[in-house]
């Protein structure tokens, strides 16, 4: 369903399906090749955009690799792409810097009607659905919500650096709502949220799913060496589902998480969320 932009809206993001006539392989944690194939749709629809792509980072861009039903590839850390299954790809920004390049990526796929090509075969796109929304937005939703219990689901590997390049292996309250309370800081503009890492502990407790729980190394990127070949980039992270209740705080720390929460969706959780990682999936209830 598609929901109707405030005038402010900050936070975009689109659900896409995608059906391929071939079988073929891709690696298993595919972020990193649907990224790459991303900027080469970007390169052929708007060289600027390209360009800026390529000199910096798309710092809000969130894309959640393809989601589906696989088959066991031929090549070892492949699955295979089945022919004429569907697949869902979700892309999303949060900074108002980066709406060039989410429009110049809807534009290849969607209005030019590109497939999305891959190492070793291309997905059509067969339909999309869009959401808009606004920070605004999100902290009024949170505000309805009476003694919520937020789920979060954890699709893929979500890689959260706390010390250095250190990554976080368990989906404890501090880093998830840390890392989000950082890309909403970053992006909200006077919506600031001032929740501190010790009101954190003090007030979400976590109750994990220990059998849906699993670890990750993933591939993230590639970068030359000295020989003038490319090493690769991997990061560390989990998956699993975790819920989050409240206890012995006030309203405005509820309203506040509960916000952040509802944003991880646009937002990703993480590092490398353009990348494929840190795609959540968010139930709300009271």
Request: aromatic residues 6%.
């Amino acid at each position: 369903m598609e929901t109707q932009p405030e005038s402010n809206s900050r936070l975009r993001q689109i659900e896409l399906a995608l059906r391929s006539a071939d079988r073929f392989d891709v690696p298993q944690s595919d972020g990193y090749s649907v990224y790459s194939a991303l900027l080469a749709l970007l390169q052929s629809a708007d060289d600027e955009v390209s360009q800026r792509v390529h000199d910096s980072e798309i710092g809000s861009l969130h894309t959640s690799g393809l989601r589906g039903a696989f088959g066991d590839g031929d090549r070892s850390h492949h699955k295979r792409v089945l022919p004429n299954r569907e697949y869902t790809l979700s892309l999303g920004v949060t900074d108002p810097a980066d709406e060039a390049i989410f429009e110049a990526l809807v534009s290849a796929l969607v209005l030019a009607d590109e497939p999305l090509g891959l190492t070793h075969g291309q997905l059509q796109i067969e339909s999309f659905e869009s959401e808009n929304t606004s920070h605004e937005s999100l902290l009024a939703e949170a505000d309805e919500l009476n003694n919520p219990t937020i789920e979060m689901e954890f699709r893929t590997a979500t890689c959260i650096e706390e010390a250095g390049s250190v990554t976080t292996m368990f989906p404890t309250r501090g880093a998830v709502f840390g890392s989000l309370l950082g890309k909403w800081n970053n992006t909200a503009s006077k919506l600031e949220l001032d929740v501190s890492r010790e009101t954190l502990a003090e007030s979400v407790i976590e109750k994990p799913d220990a059998r849906s729980y699993d670890t990750h190394s993933v591939l993230v990127n590639r970068v030359g060496d000295p020989d003038g070949g490319t090493q690769p980039i991997f990061r560390q992270g989990f998956s699993g589902t975790c819920a989050y209740a409240f206890k012995n705080t006030n309203e405005s720390v509820v309203n506040a998480v509960t916000a952040l929460a509802l944003f991880a969706e646009y937002s990703g959780v993480g590092s490398a969320v353009a990348r494929g990682c840190g795609d959540v999936s968010v139930k709300v209830t009271e």
